[in-house]
Nanobody, 125 residues
């Protein structure tokens, strides 16, 4: 059974940077797309960055556009999220997701069927 394992969360001050990693293991083939979501208490989980794993085409939510960069490494079957110019409102639990065997038209709204366990990112002012 495949799984997604995240790492790289932590605490930083406003303006700092963090890099999240998510490795997909135990799958017999690569996903169609991967994405990063985030969630704060009392709010719905939101997609912030997605990538088509075959083409590398990316999509971003307006809240992170220009500050965050998603990338995919095919050999490692891993997705990364480079987060720069972090703000207190970026504080959340971050989840990676992957979609296998389903049509994907938009990596921000794909029917993701595998999820990581989540990693906490805290940005202090």
């Amino acid at each position: 059974q495949g799984q997604l394992v995240e790492s790289g969360g932590g605490s930083v001050q406003t303006g700092g940077s963090l890099r999240l990693s998510c490795v997909a293991s135990g799958f017999t083939y690569n996903s169609n797309a991967m994405a990063w979501f985030r969630q704060t208490p009392g709010k719905e989980r939101e997609a912030i960055a997605g990538i088509f794993t075959s083409s590398g085409k990316t999509a971003y939510a307006d809240a992170v556009k220009g500050r965050f960069t998603i990338s995919y490494e095919n050999r490692a079957n891993a997705v990364y999220l480079q987060m720069n110019a972090l703000k207190p409102e970026d504080t959340a639990t971050y989840y990676c997701a992957a979609v296998f065997g389903r049509l994907v038209e938009d990596p921000l709204s794909a029917p993701y069927n595998y999820w990581g366990q989540g990693t906490q990112v805290t940005v202090s002012s």
